[in-house]
Each structure stands twice: as C-alpha cells, then as structure tokens.
C-alpha cells in the first residue's frame, strides 16, 4: 500500500474514486490507494490501444458494482473466505476472483440463447428509463435549474395586489415604473416590458412582409438581467422616452432570417409599422426573454409629461441589491408608491387610497414558472411509479429465469463460491442488459424531450429553449439504470439463499424446490405491481375525468362555429380615415358568415401618444361561420 499522497486526479480518475465510495468504508480505508493506482495502470495500458476505452469503463463498473455488493453482502452474512489468518489477502484474492470478463463472455452467451427473455428485459426497464429521463429533463429545465442570468437569485417581479374592480393583481404602469426607477433604493435596477406585435417591411427584394412577436422594454431590460448583445449594444439611458432615437434589437433567429447573419447589419434601417429603425444589437442565440417567441425588441416610449399612472400593461422586473431581501425590496417600494398620485395627474388621491394599491415582490423564476411546477411533480411522480413497475415486470422475468438456473447456481455454491458466485453471475447479466437498456432509454428520452417541448409549446409550458439531455439527465439515467440492474439481480439472489443446496442437487432440477416459500417472492411481486397499476389507474381516470368536466364547462354564451379574428392598424394621421369610416354599430354579412360584427367597446387598445408606430387594434367578434346549405 502506498505511504505517499496521492497526485491531483483528472476528471475520470475522479469519476472512479467517487465510484469507490460504493464500498463499505472499512474497505475503502485499507484497499482504496491500491485500487486507484490499479485503475492508473489499466487506464495507461488502455491509452496505449491495447483495449477499447468504452470496454474499459464498462469492465470497471462492473468491477465496482459487482465487488462493492459482495463486500457488503459478505459483511451482512460473514461470507469470508476459509482462510482468515491473513484478512487483506483474502479478501484481495477474493476481489481478484471476481475481477475477470469470462463472466461477462458467460452472461452474453446465456443471453443469446434466450432472445426473447433478453429483448424483453431490455425494452421494458429502457421504456422506464426512458419515460423517466425525459421528464427530469423537463423537470430540471423549467424548475431546477436557475434562470440563465448572473446571480437570478436576486431577480423578481415586481407586481401589485389591489381591491378595485374585482382585481386582486395589478402589473405596472409607466408612472409606477419611472418612480420607482427614481427613487426605490432596495434596487440595483427595475426594468419592464410589455407585448407587442407588428410588421417588418421587407428588407431586400426577394423578402417579404413579415409578422412579427415584439418586446417593448424599457433601456435598461437587459442590464437589470446582464445579458450583453452578441453584437453591438443594447439601449442606452433616455431611449425608452419620447421622441427619443427610433433604434430596435434583434434576436438572433431574425438576424439570421432577415440579415443571413451579416455582422453590417448593424447600423441598417428596419422598417416597423412604416417607420424607420435603426438596428443597434443583436441579441445572444439562446436568449429568450419574455419568451422564446420574441424576435424583437423596442423602446417603450415613455412620456413623463403625460403618463397613465392606472393603465397596468408593463410587467417589473427588478434586480435586488446584495443582502437585500424580498420583504425589505417590499417595504422599499410601499415607502415609493403612495407619491405616485402627486407626481402624475389623471388618477385623483382619493381614488388612489380607496383602491387599496400594495406592492408586492416575488421571485422571478417562481413567477416564470407558475402554477406548471405542481404539474411537472406530478408528471415525475407518475412515471416514478410506472419505472417501478418496469422493474417489477423485469425482476419477475429475471426470478423466473432464476427458478431454471437453480442447479446451476448450486453447482457454483457446492464449489465453494457462495453468495459472491451467485451475486457475480447474476449482476454479470443485469449489468449487460443494464447497459443496453440505458442505452435505449437514452434514446427513448431524447426522442420523448422532442414531443415534449412541441406539446410544451402547446400548452405553454415555460423555458422550454432551455430544455434538454444535459450531464444532469444522463447522471439521472445513470441512476435509474444501476437502481434497475440492482433490483432485478438482488431480488432473485436472495430468493436462491433460501434455497437447499442439498435439495436442489438431489432433485436435479427447479422443481425439487417447489413449495410455499417459492411462491412468496412471485406473489409479492404480484401485489406491488397491482397496487403500482391500480395508483396510476386512479390518477389517470381522475384525470380524465377532470379534463371532461373542463370542457363541459360552458361560457355564458354558444360558441359553436363561433371564431374570432383581430385587425392592426399602424397609427398614423392617414390611418385616421379608415377608423372613422368603418361603421362598428351594424353588422357586415359576407360570403360564409351569417354575422359579422365589430366590438370596440371593451379591449382597444388606444395608440400611446408618445409612440407614433404603435398600432390600433380593432377585435372583431361573434364571426359566426355559416353551415353548408
């Protein structure tokens, strides 16, 4: 044993000696120089091409798993060798009776004649494998993982809580934002944004119009998140006021799209509802802020002589200063805002106060997040239950198989072997099937990750861009593969300790040891898999269920053959004319349609004056689309 310490390891010696904590600590303690120098010099040997890195790594995690289970095994029943005068020698010699792929060559020639068997258990513990990878991944995206911006953790989202109109939560309004921007002291910036869409003119011949997801944010967005521009800058202080420079940030997708990537088209015009733009930056390729479906961003426009203190369009983000808490930013802010009502007009005090309007600061990524985490857990928890029964299924399979080789495995124990024969033989063929299942599931998940993002962007699912197989998904496939190569080994070994050696070998056969207890390890199976089936049953149809009564649900109104649709008009002075011609109080029949009318009572947005490109938005609704005949 060596008497020096060990030299700094790289990252697969690390991996191993993290691999050797498998092992009872008192063997670690007396073996784990030794073995670490070992694993040096096959690795060496390896690097040298005289054996496959892949077969390598294979034959020592076999070695690990397969010596680190007898180690404890054999502190659990005492199984030692016969000569115990000379302890470390013993157990060395032990440990190099296993250490050998014969019997890896052994289990893969039993496998080939039992086809079926071995397609089996490879395609059920993978589909378990397989459906449980792809929902971690989803789960690590959108909830374990931290926002992609420095230090997220002091990212939140500035909203308030009010009593007016039946509304309990209010977002922000430009006059909230500038006096907070002003005098809130809790923060190292407050930022907001807004939805918006338009068209983009074409920008060369062959190009055409285009509709376009855009941001409108205030000039400092992207410092309170510190993301930089992959090219060029971002906003700079006072863009976001009136009549400041017209300039606009794309996203990577539409300077690839639009630009084909061209680094000069910084400085270029960009025309966005019929007005010139200068293009200043160019935003990262995986940078998704508010969402992925963003491919512009423009300045908000703001007007301090004429803002509307109670029009609550903007969403605050905030970055908190260090050592500052949420119920402190809190407290910052309820101090600000009650001068909101005597720096802006158009909101009288009074109404103010009765209104009741409180401040309110949460986390940015919960607020992202929403209400999706309950359902993401209970996704996980579902396909937990259905890799239990995967394993179920194969360890039945492999008890059964287990059952047959009763004479083998007494042969091997009469010859002395004991538990770490029967534990070798059988982890010689769960790790081999372990390690081609993983494989499939591997692909499994991929393949699973893709269906669930293009549903994900169905159902909205949020930071679906950032989804994917990552070192975290494959150390999880990892562990749900060694979790299922060692509950279907283990289970049908401690089913042979129970066996007669004796028994088996005079009956010469499995069925000399039929009898109640043969019978115990099947029936509990049985049971566990009944009892895993009939909970995803329940949720399922409890599920279903609810998913029926939701679209039962009825909306006051019949919405059969009923469809809506929106008309944007770009806010200029000609524009005036087509608003003022178009008759909103009678109905307009056209071909298809019994009825067509045009509601401006509720939801027009009304141009900011402040912003000469913005755009009406005229809802058009009760489209009832006429039935043949």
Known sequence: MSDFPLPPA??????????????????????????VEAFRDERRETRQGRLSGVVFWLSTLQDVLTHSCAEWLSMVWRVT??????????????????????????????????????????????????ATTAVFSLVNGVLLQPLPYPESDRLVRLTHTATVANLTTLEQSDGTVMLYQRDAKAFDGIAAWRYDDGNVAPSEAEQNAQRLNIARVTANLFDVLRVRPALGRSFAAGEDRIRANYVAVLSYKLWQERFRGDPRAIGKQIVVNDLPRTIIGVMPERFAYPSSSIQLWLPVGFDPANAQPASFNFVGVGRLKPGVSAELARADLARVLPRVADEFSGVPPAVWREANVAPRVESLHASIVGSVSHVLWLLMASVLLVLLVACANAAGLFLVRAEQAQVELAVRGALGSGVSGMLMQSLSE??????????????????????????????????????????????????????????????????????????????????????????????????????????????????????????RVKPGFDAENVATARVLLPFAASRWRIISAMRFDAPIVLDGFTALSVDTSTNVFTPNACDSSATWRVPITLVRIASAG
């Open 10 to 35: 790289d990252f697969g010696e690390r991996a191993y000696r993290a691999l050797l904590r498998l092992y009872p600590p008192r063997f670690r303690d007396a073996f784990a120089r030794d073995l």
């Open 81 to 130: 060798p016969a000569d115990v005068s000379s302890g470390r020698s013993s157990a060395m010699n032990a440990l190099r009776r296993l250490i050998t792929m014969a019997e890896y060559r052994f289990a893969a020639r039993r496998l080939r004649r039992a086809p079926g068997f071995t397609a089996t258990t490879i395609i059920v513990p993978a589909l378990g494998v397989g």
């Open 430 to 551: 769960s790790v081999l099937l372990g390690a081609i299942g993983g494989v499939v599931g591997l692909g499994f998940a991929v393949f699973g990750v893709r269906v669930a993002m293009r549903a994900g962007d169905t159902m909205a699912l949020p930071r679906l861009e950032e989804v994917g197989v990552d070192g975290r998904a494959l150390v999880f496939a990892f562990g749900a593969t060694l979790f299922c190569a060692a509950f279907v080994s283990l289970l049908p070994l401690l089913r042979a300790r129970r066996v007669s050696i004796a028994m088996v070998l005079r009956g010469g056969g499995p069925g000399a040891t039929a009898g109640r207890s043969r019978q115990r390890a099947r029936n509990a199976l049985v049971v566990a898999q009944t009892a895993l089936a009939l909970v995803l049953v329940a949720a399922s149809g409890l599920m279903t269920r609810s998913l029926m009564k939701l679209s």
